[in-house]
Structure formats: structure tokens, C-alpha cells
């Protein structure tokens, strides 16, 4: 099977050899000089270096010195040629840090980043993006010139959509960040407080309708048609009416049901304030005229809630919490499975005990989309058919979530080319 040309129209592309490896197996493990105080282009790692060789020579690497046969593939059969098959006058680029290489020409919208991987071999991956660095050099090459940037690792690392490894085949989560935990497989750690606060959001937000739901009332038993279902209560007038008068009306009674302070309010450009009280002290409750151009005039009776921990909030987040039990998931992110041991979703299903009566039972929905509560009793076991297994632990309690690394679209269309390549050159048995 021939090697897919990145560039199918062969428009100002002169083909250039690509000659085979001298050899097979990884390259020799000697250390390089700083690549800044070189006369020449090469990278301090081996196996990178190799791989930068290969393309200045426009040679076939030693195909031992990639973490999967996969990766040589893809180095052999869309980066290569994306180097080697320019013209004299395509600018090439690379940039270099102390653990990375990136490649790139003006005529491609991607660049090809290679890495060393846990399994001590040579990963790469088709991605864009922006990429900065310390000008070094142009050099020479098999007849292209080269512009050479120094980077730090973390601008590198950005590209992927990460910021942090996590080597060895058990590793202990100490804070928070981006983390590439397997091949391709990164998670992303939160500290528990984040979900938390995420979660306290959702209670003061009902905690909100319920004193709505209060005044609602108040107004429908003295005769008012209210609208709205939620922490805004909406009433409509022919003639415009004094909010002062609505609050006169309907502060005795909230005053009686405990939610209000008694007989207190406060009067400002046009707006009555009625302050909470007792599982409501961290709350207020406005009377204005709408601000807003309506039909006929609208009076908004509209809850305020600080965000606390405190009164009803307090009480709220305890059931909730007693209810929570860390269980065992099994989730699948890429090609990767992941056993998740004493973990609790971040994404929780909740029905309070206390509920607005005019409106009607609410559940709510709380936490984040995709995440899990890890505590230092939480283990996750990660499996991979290629880089086996690995297993996460926490010191703490973390809000964690999984994706795989940030690519182009290239990646998954040169990878599955790559794959189909595979299937039919060692095709499965019946």
C-alpha cells in the first residue's frame, strides 16, 4: 500500500527521496550537548534527535525508536513526506524544548509534535495551534532551510491541552492541574472545592425559589394572579401601583411564616427590601416596578440570596451529603478503560426535602458534566492494550474529569488510515 500524499494535488511540491534506515532498533543512549550552545541542529535527547535526523536527511528512523509501530507509521508515511516533499522555497520550522520536538512547514495548517512516552519510545501527534519560542537559528538541510525555535516544555505541553505528566505505573495526584496520565489519556484535576461550589450554586438557587414561592402565595391567598415559577414572581396592573403598598400587604404574613424579619423594610430609587430571616437570613426579598418596557405594569417580586453555607443552605448540604456514596465506575476515554474505585459522581440527581407548594416539586440537577468526586480513598485504574496498566491515586480531595490530548483533525484521519493500513496487512483470523 502506497504512503497517502498530504498534499493530493502535488501542486508545487518537488518529491524528494526518503531513504531507508540504516538499521533497526533505538538510537544509542548518549547524551547530546544544549541544543543553544550547538554549532549544529540536534536535540539533547536521543530519541528525539533521532527523529530530527530523520528529518533533515529525509531518511526512515530506526523503527525501535517509537513507543508503537503506529507511531513510526505515522512519522514514516504523513510526516516525512510533509517535510521531504517541499519545495526549496517552503519555509520549514521546528521548535525544540528540553523534552519536545515540533515540526511544521508554511504549507500545512498542523505541525507534527513528538514526545517520549512512559514506554520509553517516541510518540507523535498531528497539532495546531500557535507556537511562539526564542528565535535560535536558520540552518540548512538537504537543500531546505530550517528556522529553529527554543521553547520551555509547557508551551509544548498547551498544545496538547495539558500542563503536567504523571510518570510510573502508580502515580499520587498532589495538586491541581492538567495531567497526561497514559498515552493519550490526560485528566483534569480540580480541587474538591470547585465542585462544591458548583453544587452550593444550585441549593442557594432553590433556596431562592422557595422564598419566592412564599410571596407567591401570599399574593394568591390575598387575591392577586401571579405569574412566574421560579425566584421571580411576576404581577401585572391596569395603572400603575406602588410597590411600597404590595409590601405592606404581604410583609405581615411573611413575617408570620418566619421568612422575613418583621415590620422591616427598606425603601431606594423605587425598590422595597424586605430582609430575610431565620433558614432565609441570608436572603432578600425586593418589590420594584419592572425596569423593563412590558405589558401593562408589571410588579417583580424577586428573590436575593447570598451564596452560604448557613440556615436552610447548611441544612441542605448535609442531607445531601449523607445521601452521597462513593461507588465504582467503569468508564471508557478513547482507548482507554478506567476503573474508578470509591469515587462519587460530580454530576448528582437531587430532590430536597423542603419544596415550594405553589409551584410544585423540583429536583435538581447539581455538580459537573463528566466529573468525579476522589478522596485518598479513591484509586483509579487505568488499562490500555499497548501501555497497560497504571493506577492514579489522590493525598486529597480532588474534582477530576478525563479527556485524551488536544489534536488536529488530521491526527484522527492520518491515524485511522494508519490503522486501516494495519487490518489489511495482518488481517484477523475467522
Not at 504549507?107 to 511562539?132: I, P, R, T
Not at 442557594?204 to 422557595?210: E, G, I, S, Y
Request: aromatic share 8%; with cysteine.
Amino acid at each position: 500500500m502506497s504512503s497517502p500524499n498530504p498534499n493530493p494535488s502535488g501542486r508545487g511540491r518537488k518529491p524528494r527521496p526518503v531513504s531507508p534506515a540504516p538499521g533497526a532498533g533505538g538510537g544509542a543512549s548518549v547524551s547530546a550537548p544544549d541544543v543553544v550552545a550547538s554549532p549544529t541542529l540536534f536535540h539533547p535527547d536521543p530519541m528525539l534527535n533521532a527523529i530530527l535526523k530523520s528529518l533533515l536527511e529525509c531518511r526512515k528512523p530506526p523503527e525501535g525508536v517509537f513507543a508503537s509501530r503506529a507511531d513510526y507509521l505515522h512519522h514514516v508515511m504523513f510526516a516525512l513526506p510533509s517535510v521531504c516533499e517541499t519545495t526549496p522555497r517552503t519555509e520549514l520550522r521546528t521548535w525544540m524544548s528540553k523534552g519536545y520536538l515540533v515540526v511544521g512547514s508554511s504549507q500545512d495548517a498542523f505541525m507534527y509534535l513528538y514526545g517520549v512516552s512512559d514506554e520509553n519510545g517516541v510518540f507523535v501527534n498531528a497539532v495546531e495551534g500557535l507556537m511562539m519560542g526564542v528565535p535560535w537559528a536558520t540552518v540548512d538541510a538537504s537543500g531546505r532551510s530550517w528556522r529553529v525555535y527554543i521553547v520551555a516544555d509547557a508551551e509544548v505541553r498547551g498544545l496538547l491541552g495539558y500542563d503536567r505528566e504523571a510518570p510510573g505505573l502508580e502515580f499520587t495526584v498532589s495538586e491541581v492541574g492538567r495531567y497526561r496520565v497514559q498515552g493519550d489519556l490526560c485528566m483534569g484535576v480540580l480541587g474538591g472545592g470547585e465542585l462544591w461550589g458548583n453544587i452550593l450554586d444550585w441549593l442557594v438557587f432553590h433556596q431562592r425559589t422557595l422564598l419566592a414561592d412564599a410571596a407567591a402565595r401570599v399574593l394568591n391567598d390575598s387575591g392577586f394572579s401571579v405569574e412566574g415559577s421560579g425566584p421571580d414572581v411576576v404581577v401585572r396592573f391596569a395603572h400603575r401601583p406602588d410597590p411600597v403598598a404590595i409590601t405592606q400587604l404581604i410583609a405581615p404574613a411573611l413575617s408570620e411564616m418566619g421568612v422575613t424579619e418583621p415590620s422591616w423594610w427598606d425603601t431606594y430609587r423605587g425598590k422595597v427590601v424586605m430582609r430575610g430571616a431565620g433558614d432565609y437570613s441570608n436572603c432578600d426579598l425586593v418589590v420594584e416596578l419592572s425596569p423593563e418596557p412590558a405589558f401593562g405594569y408589571p410588579v417583580l417580586v424577586r428573590a436575593s440570596c447570598a451564596k452560604t453555607e448557613a440556615g436552610l443552605v447548611a441544612s441542605m448540604m448535609q442531607e445531601l451529603k449523607a445521601n452521597l456514596k462513593p461507588r465504582d465506575f467503569t468508564l471508557r476515554v478513547g482507548n482507554h478503560t478506567i476503573t474508578l474505585e470509591n469515587a462519587v459522581s460530580g454530576r448528582i440527581v437531587y430532590k430536597p426535602k423542603v419544596q415550594p407548594i405553589l409551584w410544585g416539586d423540583r429536583v435538581l440537577t447539581l455538580g459537573i458534566e463528566g466529573t468525579y468526586l476522589a478522596t485518598p480513598d479513591t484509586k483509579a485504574i487505568i488499562m490500555h492494550r499497548e501501555h497497560g496498566t497504571k493506577a492514579v491515586k489522590f493525598n486529597s480531595e480532588y474534582a477530576i474529569s478525563f479527556y485524551t490530548l488536544r489534536r488536529s483533525m488530521a491526527h484522527a484521519m492520518q491515524r485511522n488510515t494508519i490503522a486501516l493500513q494495519q487490518h489489511e496487512e495482518h488481517p484477523a483470523g475467522p
